[in-house]
């Protein structure tokens, strides 16, 4: 069974930082893409990073410039970098990877609460 732990949520005030970090464990094979969604009070789940197995990264456009997303693929980890975080980021930060262990899947995180507020 693949799992996804996430960690690195919290409170931090406008402008503050944080690194959310997710790591697969499991009986692994390969892991595709890897990304991270959010969703704040009311909002439907919204895409915010995204990142290939080679690389090739995609952002939410309110984030751009802000976030930045990496994998240690030796770890099976991924990362956002967040930098000068706004109110409006509050949100579930969730976790996915395309996992291929004994089939194909999409595993998710069990979300990480960050909070934007002075």
């Not at 464990?25 to 704040?40: E, K, L, P």
């Not at 197995?53 to 770890?75: P, Q």
Request: aromatic residues 10%; hydrophobic residues 30%.
């Amino acid at each position: 069974q693949v799992q996804l732990v996430e960690s690195g949520g919290g409170l931090v005030q406008p402008g503050g930082s944080l690194r959310l970090s997710c790591a697969a464990t499991g009986r692994i094979f390969n892991i595709y893409g890897m990304g991270w969604h959010r969703q704040g009070p009311g909002n439907q789940r919204e895409l915010v990073a995204t990142m290939s197995s080679n690389g090739f990264t995609n952002y939410l456009d309110s984030v751009k410039g802000r976030f930045t997303i990496s994998r240690d693929n030796a770890k099976n980890t991924v990362y956002l970098h967040m930098n000068n975080l706004r109110p409006e980021d509050t949100s579930v930060y969730y976790c996915y990877a395309e996992v291929r262990s004994m089939a194909t899947m999409t595993v998710w995180g069990q979300g990480t609460q960050v909070t934007v507020s002075s």
